[in-house]
Structure formats: C-alpha cells, structure tokens
C-alpha cells in the first residue's frame, strides 16, 4: 500500500512540476524527460546573468547535471547584493511535494517581482535530484542520500528515515554531482541564507549558529509551523547545512505538513519574512569560492561553475 501509494503521489508530484516548469518556460521534455543533447537550449551561464541582471532581473542558470546527465536549473530573481536560496527536491520519492511547492514560490516570485525586496535576491532551485524525481526515489541514480554528501562530519553509511541505509552517504564527501553542484553554487555566489525543503512534519530546522536559528525563527513565526530546536530522531551525517553553516551561509530546513500537499500559502509567508530578514543581514565580503581540489574526482578537477553542455553521464562536468 504504502510503496502503491508513495509512486502515485510521487507521479503526482512529476506531472505538477511538469506542468510548472512548462509556466516558467523551462521545456518539460528537456527539464524531466531526457538529459540535455548539444542541441537543447541552455540557460545563461550565472556571469552572464550578472552581467544583465539589472536589465532582465529573472535569470535561468545552470548549476550542473545529475548522475545520468539531466540538469540541475535554478532561477535568479531580483539583483542582490545578499542572495536567499530556496532548494526543493534534495530528497525526492515521498518528499517530492518539495519540488512542487518550489515551482509555485518560483511561479508567484516570478510574477511579483517588487515583492523581493530592495538589496536581496532570491534564487530557487525547485529540483536538486532531478534523477530522483524521474525514479520516485529518496536518493539519486546511485543510492546517495544528497543531504548525507556533504563535507561535514561524512559518513559512508547514513541514516534516514527508513533506518541505517549502508552507502547512502557516497563514496566520499562530495561524491555525487548534485551535491558538488549546488555547493559550488551557493559558495562561489553571494549567498547569505538557504532553506531546504523537505516533507513531512509541520515544522522547520535551523542549521548550526545564532543566524540560521533566527532565520528558522523567522520562518516559523510566518508560516505558523513548529519550531525544532534539533533533530533527533536520528543520527545524521554529511548535511548540507552543517557544511553551509561553517561557511557562514544561514540554513533553515522547512518539513512540509504532508507527503502530499505543498503547504503553499503558508510557505509563501514563511518566505517573504525570510527575504524581509535576508534585507537586514550584512552584504557578503569578498569571494568564499571553493577551491578545485576540495571537488577533484575521477573526472578531474572541475573547470569551473555552471558549465553548459557537458553531458557525459560518466562525468557530467
Ligand atoms: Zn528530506
């Protein structure tokens, strides 16, 4: 019953995100059908979107592709200097309600702009594990937990909600291309804070230290979830947010109510009190850029950010 009902709601979930990325004007065929050919069109690089974000301030980027080569897009509103991002779909399967309700945030933000305020941009990445989604499954194409990836207290095995899953934390930190991906990401660019999406329980997590506690807060107050000072239900090992905190990125991990619903109204309030806190924090000072070496693998060390049109599945950058 629960494995019938958990692939319906994750198809659910796939068709809506689908049909969102067709709205956002993201190709459903390119974004969630087949990884990108020579041929598909891609997203400015992120400098190219700084170069004319006052211009254009809705900017699609290109992060890096997944395991079997599909893309990992976000999407840039408003001009910073301090970035908010807002990631759904690290964990996919039962928690795909994440990715829909990143879609709707980015769908809404998209069509109100001056709602972002004065000083802050916002980024969205409605879908971290895009392999995840096509498969209905927590982790990516290779069994990974992308919230166990991280380079911050990594473990081979891991824990999720289903127990002691052996593997489910890569082979090494950063194992995993979805993980190096948005780490570049949020590192190499002006990021201040982050919320994770994850389903379910009806409450938020703040990441390590005062600032991601007051973001939690924050978000807490506004979408009138609960507030959990720790997870403990668990172990954990290797999570974005211990290693994003340490870098002084502020995280808050939002557990929607269900596996079902995307808690849309109340996570649009959540998030606009997010953005009005992001406004008062300092602007970032100077690059946090990750050095190369931290990220070599068999594919060598990495060029460099949000390379287009590198598709080998083998190594995707
Ligand atoms: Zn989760």
Redesign the pocket.
């Known amino acids: 019953m629960l494995t019938r009902a958990t692939t319906g709601i994750a198809a659910a979930a796939i068709l809506a995100t689908a049909c969102l990325l067709s709205l956002i004007g993201i190709p459903t065929s390119v974004a969630a059908q087949n990884p990108p050919t020579s041929e598909s069109p891609e997203p400015k690089t992120a400098a190219t979107a700084d170069a004319d974000s006052q211009a254009a301030p809705i900017a699609p980027v290109l992060l890096g592709h997944s395991v079997q080569g599909r893309p990992i897009r976000g999407i840039e509103l408003g001009a910073g200097p301090r970035w908010l991002a807002v990631i759904g779909g690290?964990?996919q399967g039962r928690?795909a309600n994440s990715t829909v309700l990143a879609n709707l945030l980015l769908d809404h933000f998209r069509e109100n702009l001056a709602e972002i305020p004065e000083g802050v941009g916002l980024a969205i990445i409605p879908d971290l594990n895009p392999d995840g989604a096509i498969a209905g499954t927590r982790a990516n194409a290779n069994g990974v937990d992308l919230?166990r990836n991280w380079d911050a207290g990594w473990q081979p095995d891991a824990y999720g909600p289903s127990g002691f899953v052996p593997g489910a934390g890569g082979t090494r930190p950063f194992s995993e291309p979805e993980t190096r991906a948005l780490a570049r990401y949020l590192l190499d660019r002006p990021f201040v804070a982050a919320i994770f999406l994850?389903s379910r329980g009806g409450f938020v997590v703040p990441g390590p230290g005062a600032g991601s506690v007051e973001l939690a807060s924050t978000i807490t107050r506004a979408a009138q979830y609960t507030y959990l000072r720790g997870w403990t239900a668990y172990p954990l090992s290797g999570q974005a947010s211990r290693y994003l905190a340490q870098r002084g990125i502020h995280v808050a991990i939002v557990e929607l109510t269900t596996h079902t619903h995307p808690d849309y109204p109340q996570n649009l309030q959540g998030l606009r009190a997010a953005l009005a806190w992001t406004q008062h924090l300092p602007p970032p000072t100077g690059p946090r850029g990750v050095a190369d070496a931290e990220f070599s693998d068999v594919c060598g060390t990495l060029p460099g950010p949000y390379r287009a049109g590198l598709t080998s599945p083998l190594c995707p950058w």
């Open positions: 690290i964990h928690e919230n994850h």
